[in-house]
Nanobody
Framework: QVQLVESGGGLVPSGGSLRLSCTAP????????MNWYRQASGVQRELVAT???????TYSDSVKGRFTISRDNAKNTLYLQMNSLKPEDTAVYYC?????????WGQGTQVTVSS
């Protein structure tokens, strides 16, 4: 079982910033398309950002221009830098690795943005 571990969530005022981190086993990290998802209460899980193996990043329209996905291969770590946070960004954020036609998930980290 591939284990992903997220960290970095918390409570932040509107307009603030947070950086989420996700560590994964090296064999998975070096071969997977890495994603960040989020799920707000009572809402379906939403894809927020994707980073391909070739380094192409894509974002949902709701976060484009505010969030940045990146990776540190030496640390097997995926990041999500979140700036200009809004109350509607409040959700549990999940790291996802799409690898060998399977999806692996972290446990999630709560991000709460106060108005």
């Amino acid at each position: 079982q591939v284990q992903l571990v997220e960290s970095g969530g918390g409570l932040v005022p509107s307009g603030g910033s947070l950086r989420l981190s996700c560590t994964a086993p090296r064999s998975t990290f070096n071969n997977a398309v890495m994603n960040w998802y989020r799920q707000a209460s009572g809402v379906q899980r939403e894809l927020v950002a994707t980073l391909t193996l070739s380094g192409i990043a894509t974002y949902s329209d709701s976060v484009k221009g505010r969030f940045t996905i990146s990776r540190d291969n030496a640390k097997n770590t995926l990041y999500l830098q979140m700036n200009s946070l809004k109350p509607e960004d409040t959700a549990v954020y999940y790291c996802n690795a799409h690898y060998l036609l399977q999806d692996f998930w972290g446990q999630g980290t709560q991000v709460t943005v106060s108005s």
